[in-house]
């Protein structure tokens, strides 16, 4: 029987290992790989080329949905399956966009994650029906690429001419984004708009 080849990216070692180790006794999965970041991740499945990549979203180096959108690019017959904490609708979405086939809360049952492998492996999309149910009735994601980047930096501190030496743009330009994502979250400033972003996933 040949084995579905999955490769696991998580950031936090103990839970790296207790996923490993709850998808390699499922006899017809075999796990290739291990990553605790989103670069080792990339690397692993660039080396392996995998059925599956299980991943969480928050990851030092580059998030899940940001593998998830480079796998989907560079190696489409790699199918992904976002494993995360966060029940957030707008997490739920931008993992869609970016082409992930499955989309499972760490809190359900272990023995669900082998089952959801086996279906995305088959080409079906797995997601958790209450977040699902949820993610119908928000409302979308109104930030754009270029104001979720800018608004991020801010939320780590960054001031604004920090943020425009990293991005190679003029203070100017980076103020516009602020006040832009500060006004389509609704915010009094970029902290509260960092704050509403994440709390629906947006960030």
């Not at 931008?94 to 082998?114: F, N, T, V």
């Not at 086996?118 to 119908?136: I, N």
Request: net charge neutral; with cysteine; glycine share 8%.
């Amino acid at each position: 029987m040949k084995k579905i080849r999955v490769v696991v990216a998580e950031d936090q070692v103990m839970v790296l290992g207790a996923l490993a180790a709850l998808l390699q006794i499922e006899p017809d999965i075999t796990v290739c790989a291990k990553a605790t970041n989103g670069r080792e991740a990339l690397a692993a499945v660039t080396l392996h080329r995998p059925d599956i990549l299980v991943t969480d979203i928050e990851m030092p180096e580059m998030t899940g949905l940001a593998l998830a959108a480079e796998v989907r690019s560079r190696f489409p017959l790699t199918r992904v399956v976002i494993l995360t904490t966060f029940a957030r609708p707008g997490y739920l979405r931008r993992a869609l966009e970016a082409g992930a086939g499955g989309y499972l809360l760490k809190d359900r049952p272990s023995a669900e994650l082998g089952e959801a492998v086996r279906r995305v492996h088959r080409g079906l999309r797995v997601v958790d029906p209450d977040l699902a149910a949820e993610a119908w009735c928000s409302p979308a994601d109104p930030l754009t690429e270029r104001e979720r980047q800018i608004l991020w930096l801010a939320s780590d501190g960054k001031s604004t001419g920090d943020i425009a030496g990293e991005l190679h743009l003029s203070e100017g330009t980076v103020r516009n984004y602020l006040s832009q994502a500060i006004s389509k979250t609704g915010a009094a400033n970029r902290v509260e708009a960092a704050r509403i972003a994440r709390t629906r996933g947006w960030l």
